[in-house]
């Protein structure tokens, strides 16, 4: 259906027509009254409009997710909710409100011995104490959610932690184990198509080699990741590459 179509659209990258799709899914949905389809149409929603860079209406359209998957008590859509909330939130700069998200949808998938769960909410506990400075308790959380998706074989969710990690480890000084790091992610991104991903991390590394003083390389690395983010229409990644 319409859902599906969204996600494919998504996936490539046309976040506007994605909308669009979603929007109209929603519609229906709300018509149908059905609880989990309306919650799930909003949280697709949500996440396209964070990935514009429309926060305000992200925030409210997950809220509404959050609300209805909280009446309907369904612990395993509550978590997931909590997450795109505790993403949002780290997106404002407001950190300790997203770890606090996070924290809680991370509770429920280990209540619930929900592997994936625990596996992103592993990943993003991760990338909020990167935000917040705690460097150490960040690749902690990074390592631990990589075990689990390399035995799930999630390439998507490994490419995203192995490109975090070679942050950290740039974070740290360790610039040779960095680029390693960052390379074996934006090879598996390339492989699998992940656009968004391919953007963060060679903005990644086009900031490691300024710190090397490679200026040329790094510049290239920066407009390509720009390219990417503006056909994307992904407002915040945009400005990041700009700065």
Do not use: W
């Not at 090397?212 to 407002?235: F, M, Q, T, V």
């Amino acid at each position: 259906g319409l859902n599906n179509l969204a996600t494919v659209v998504y996936e490539k990258g046309d976040y506007k027509k994605a909308r669009e799709l979603i929007e109209e899914t929603l519609e229906i949905d709300r018509d149908s009254g059905d609880p989990s389809k309306i919650s799930f149409s909003l949280i697709n929603l949500g996440t396209v409009a964070r990935l514009q860079g429309d926060y305000k209406t992200a925030q409210k359209l997950l809220e509404e997710s959050l609300s209805i998957r909280k009446k309907a008590k369904n612990k395993f859509a509550i978590s997931s909710s909590l997450n795109t909330l505790g993403i949002l939130h780290l997106n404002l700069g407001e950190y300790e409100k997203a770890k606090a998200y996070i924290r809680e949808g991370l509770d429920i998938s280990e209540e619930l011995g929900n592997k994936y769960g625990i596996a992103d909410g592993f990943s993003l506990m991760g990338n909020v104490e990167v935000a917040l400075g705690n460097i150490k308790s960040a690749e902690k959380f990074q390592k631990e959610s990589l075990a689990i998706f390399e035995e799930m074989g999630k390439k998507n969710k490994i490419a995203d932690c192995y490109s975090t990690l070679g942050f950290i480890a740039h974070q740290n000084d360790d610039k040779i184990k960095a680029l390693e790091l960052l390379e074996k992610g934006l090879e598996l991104q390339r492989a699998i198509g992940d656009k968004f991903g391919i953007a963060q991390t060679l903005q990644r590394i086009g900031s490691l080699k300024i710190s090397n003083g490679i200026y040329p390389e790094a510049e290239a690395l920066l407009e390509e990741s720009l390219a990417i983010r503006e056909k994307l229409g992904h407002k915040g990644g945009t400005a990041e590459c700009l700065n």
